[in-house]
């Protein structure tokens, strides 16, 4: 993730990286981020609270092959995020979800300025298949798949 952190902060000057939450101060993140231009750290925060009008994507850094990470399929905050209207970039993630809204990240690869080129150019277009999906996927909906998931297996 550094990687891709460092080459966003090289060659796309006008892309503001905003990290949300807690970050240790002596971790390698905050380490080698602090400091530059385009990066700011904020305290964690509720997503109602926050002005997301100038926001490209959230991103999701996701470990594969470990062994904590392997259960999650997706953060809640990101549902959240689909409901403003706000893409994903993800790197390392299986693909749970293949929607035109999920873009991935080689987690430092120059294809990565091409995907964010792209996620710019995209952006309009997207947000009719971001509202399809969130509203496909409201909490109910995913209730009752569960529960019919429960049902069948007791059958």
């Known amino acids: 993730v550094l990687t891709l952190l460092a080459l966003v902060n090289q060659f796309k000057k006008g892309i503001r990286l905003v990290f949300v939450g ?12 602090q400091g530059k231009n385009n990066i700011e750290f904020l ?9 997301l009008e100038n926001v490209l994507a959230g991103f999701i850094p996701y470990k594969a092959n470990h062994a904590e ?19 994903l970039a993800i790197t390392g993630m299986p693909d749970f979800i293949i929607e035109p809204f999920v873009y991935r990240l080689a987690q430092g690869d120059r294809s990565d300025l091409n995907t964010l080129d792209l996620m710019v150019r995209e952006f309009d277009s997207v947000q009719k298949h971001i509202k399809a999906y969130v509203e496909n996927n409201s909490s109910q909906i995913r209730l ?12």
């Not at 305290?43 to 002005?51: G, V």
């Not at 990470?69 to 893409?87: F, H, S, T, V």
């Not at 009752?144 to 059958?155: E, G, H, L, N, P």
Request: hydrophobic content about 40%.
């Open 69 to 87: 990470n392997d259960a999650i399929m997706l953060p809640n905050k990101a549902l959240q995020l689909l409901a403003r209207g706000i893409p």
């Open 22 to 33: 807690p970050v240790q101060q002596g971790s390698a993140v905050y380490s080698e981020l």
């Open 144 to 155: 009752d798949q569960f529960m019919s998931t429960i049902t069948a297996c007791r059958k």
């Open 43 to 51: 305290p964690s925060s509720s997503l109602s609270e926050m002005n």
